[in-house]
């Protein structure tokens, strides 16, 4: 298997491409093979700094003409109301809440998956899908500027461009979810989740069918179904990523309209090719500042921080609050 680490990223230039791709190329037939991919590597880097000194003009320039440009089709899902959630939803973050509330007591409240630490349970009804997918669907056929999800998916939508950030997915993250996770993964961030990312993605016949083996930019993550109609497409989990491939074993995990599946970050996950219809997830990326402030989830190292718009990757600067990425170096 392939593995893949997804960022908040957009595609480079096409003319920087090229120009790492040859570079490559003359590289790997010169006679001193170790020394040049070193070179190659670090003009790789020296480009991805870069694009991630550029993302946050070019989000903010999109989120500029979208809001100049279109007209939104369903207003009422760009903020969260309880009577858009699942009453079982409701019930188990109302569990949450209480002073004596358990992990155990939380389990019996939503599915525990083979996979380890992966559970799913409804999040939204199905009305408030439909009318959701209807409204991107909207948007995406509007021709209004949109940036691609992530670095793996091709066909997608940035929600903090449109405008979900604050009415529905900050609602949805520190009243519903924060509870859940604060039970569930207190040893990787959970009960400090202070920021997200969140994106919607979508699989077609001809467009992207799946996704392959990777892990988030995440602490944790949550994956809803929102529709419409597809077949097949289940996830599958295997362990951690500081795991080896060959001591791992994948577990599918059934994904059906209006549920979420809820797991941790760093854990190796994929999803399996539809072979029919059109699939659209909610992807929320959570993140705890705490956590990657110590150790950036890219590169493995302290981050070095680029002051950057919104919650951008999750981490926090002395003085500048949650606005920062790594830039690698």
Partial sequence: MQLHFIDADVSLPTTSLSRI????????RSDNFEQNTRNCRALQMRAEVHRRRSLSVDSAERTAAIREQYKPLHSHVYKLQEADLAPEFLQAVKYCLNSYATKEGLLKLIETEAAPRVYRFPVFTKEFCRDLTEELEHFEQSGAPRGKPNTMNNYGILLDELGFDEGLISHLRELYLSPITSLLYPDCGGKQLDSHKAFVVKYAMHEDLDLTYHYDNAEVTLNVSLGKD????????????????????CVEVEHHVSQGVLHRGQQMHGALPISAGVRWNLIVWMRSSQERNKMCPMCSKKPTLVESRGFAD?????????????ILE
Avoid at 21 to 28: D, N
Avoid at 314 to 326: E, K, L, P, R, V
């Fill in 314 to 326: 999750g981490f926090t600067a002395s003085g500048q609050g949650q606005n920062a990425s790594c």
């Fill in 230 to 249: 597809f077949i097949d497409g289940n996830l599958y989990f295997g362990d951690m990523r500081q795991v080896p491939l060959s001591e791992a074993e």
């Fill in 21 to 28: 791709t040859i570079f490559t190329c003359v590289l790997r």
